[in-house]
């Protein structure tokens, strides 16, 4: 069973950029899409970006210009790049990855914390 660990969380002031991490511990490739969530203080768990298997991504509205999803196949890692943070980014971020059928995979997450 594919295993799913994210890094990369932490203390950053307002406007700051953080990059998160998430390893696979095996091949990504077939995956459907992977996708990272977050889930704020008590605030439910919401999708921030997916990119697919064709290499098309999505983003949430708030998250649009400012956070960029990437895919390193060698590496089975993706990647959630976050530029000009805001307190309301704070939460605890999850990667999830999900193949039809057979596969619904959730890492334990990592927090991320945005604050002056």
């Known amino acids: 069973q594919v295993q799913l660990v994210e890094s990369g969380g932490g203390l950053v002031q307002p406007g700051g950029s953080l990059r998160l991490s998430c390893a696979a511990s095996?091949?990504?490739?077939?995956?459907?899409?992977m996708g990272w969530y977050r889930q704020g203080p008590d605030k439910q768990r919401e999708l921030v970006a997916t990119?697919?298997?064709?290499?098309?991504?999505y983003y949430e509205d708030s998250v649009k210009g400012r956070f960029t999803i990437s895919r390193d196949y060698d590496k089975n890692t993706v990647y959630l790049h976050m530029n000009s943070l805001k307190p309301e980014d704070t939460a605890v971020y999850y990667c999830?990855?999900?193949?039809?059928?057979?596969?619904?995979?959730w890492g334990r997450g990592t927090q991320v914390t945005v604050s002056s």
């Open positions: 095996g091949s990504i490739f077939s995956f459907d899409r």
């Open positions: 990119i697919f298997s064709d290499s098309s991504t």
């Open positions: 999830n990855a999900y193949r039809s059928m057979d596969l619904d995979l």
